[in-house]
């Protein structure tokens, strides 16, 4: 729960570490992953570039955000566990054939949607060329990628965080969109390079802020289980933590009820302790270097490049999820000279 918390930290991080405890870590940690987006509310000019967790936190509501983001976490695995059957229906084939189609779909939707379609389609591509570069000359960079490119960034360019309203727990459930969010999770799952964040921005889009983080995270739990179907039936699993760990095991639907019990019990401390911190921004800066400094020591040159590419979005007045080029164009390029 406390990893999830962490501003920029990605599961692939653990990795290095052992894999016996890894999809109970790393499952528990999405019903708390809404936080770090909440704490990363960048200053008031830039205001039009919040996410719907950030508004809430502006409003003194992230415990709220904290209850209904964990609550579609939870519907999400429970239709994942009544529709995991549909995989089955999935042809190998046809599947192959739809994935650059799909891929740019994606990609122009989010584009299409931009505030600033000019410079996010000047960063999409440029993050795609350093992706592609990067991708080539480093073994493993993309954890320390995309912890200086979101994490640090965002907790460089972000502005205090204001007092937050503390109450008692509160179940809040959506079923339609957590049911949105569900299938939308089953999507990320069959396509390489789509993350929750580029879909999360695209759902938020039709369901609006107020209903978004129930869908994303539906989605977000979705998407990381129906990953290990992913992997049983094509042999891709999407993750390197879902590759690592092969097979959820059948215990999961427990795990989701204990993660989200769990959560729902802690989110009025979250609010509270985020009230007596000075600036937690400055811890959760530090606790990124320290994981990477003792997992990725190899591709820690990237954490500087990486670094400043993050601060693009949030100086020049673009979305961030268009940053993710680094990983979508090159997996694009892949499947364009692979026919």
């Known amino acids: 729960m406390l990893l999830g918390a962490l501003p920029g930290f990605h599961p692939n991080l653990l990795i290095p570490f052992g894999k016996e405890w890894l999809f109970e870590v790393v499952f528990a940690s999405i019903f708390s992953s809404i936080i770090p987006a909440t704490l990363l509310i960048p200053s008031p000019e830039l205001s039009a570039l919040l996410l719907p967790g950030q508004e809430a936190a502006k409003r003194g509501e992230l415990q709220r955000a904290i209850e209904e983001f964990s609550g579609g976490a939870l519907l999400g695995t429970a239709i994942y566990a009544v529709t995991r059957w549909a995989y089955g229906l999935v042809p190998a084939g046809a599947l192959r054939a739809a994935t650059l189609p799909f891929l740019i779909l994606t990609a122009a939707l989010l584009l299409g949607r931009s505030k600033n379609r000019p410079l996010a389609l000047l960063f999409f591509l440029l993050s795609g060329a350093y992706g592609a570069f990067i991708l080539g000359k480093w073994e493993d960079p993309l954890g320390v990628h995309f912890a200086s490119m979101f994490g640090l960034a965002g907790l460089y360019s972000a502005a205090p965080i204001p007092k937050q309203r503390v109450g008692r727990p509160r179940v809040v459930m959506s079923f339609p969109e957590a049911f949105a969010g569900t299938m939308g999770g089953l999507l990320i799952s069959l396509f390489p390079a789509i993350t929750p964040a580029q879909a999360y921005v695209v759902l938020v889009s039709f369901f609006g802020a107020a209903r ?84 990725y020591r190899d591709a820690l040159p990237l954490a500087v490049p990486s670094f400043l590419l993050g601060l693009a979005p949030y100086y020049l007045g673009f979305e961030r999820v268009h940053l993710m080029g680094s990983l979508l164009v090159p997996t694009m390029a892949w499947y364009l000279s692979n026919g």
């Open 212 to 295: 978004g983080l129930a869908a994303a995270g539906a989605m977000a739990s979705s998407s990381f289980l129906f990953s290990f179907e992913s992997y049983a039936r094509f042999g891709k699993g999407r993750m390197a933590t879902v590759e690592a760990i092969r097979a959820a095991p059948p215990d999961f639907m427990v795990q989701a009820v204990a993660a989200y019990a769990t959560t729902l019990l802690l989110a009025r401390y979250v609010a509270a302790a985020i009230n007596r911190i000075p600036d937690v921004r400055r811890l959760s800066f530090a606790a990124i270097i320290i994981v990477m400094v003792a997992a």
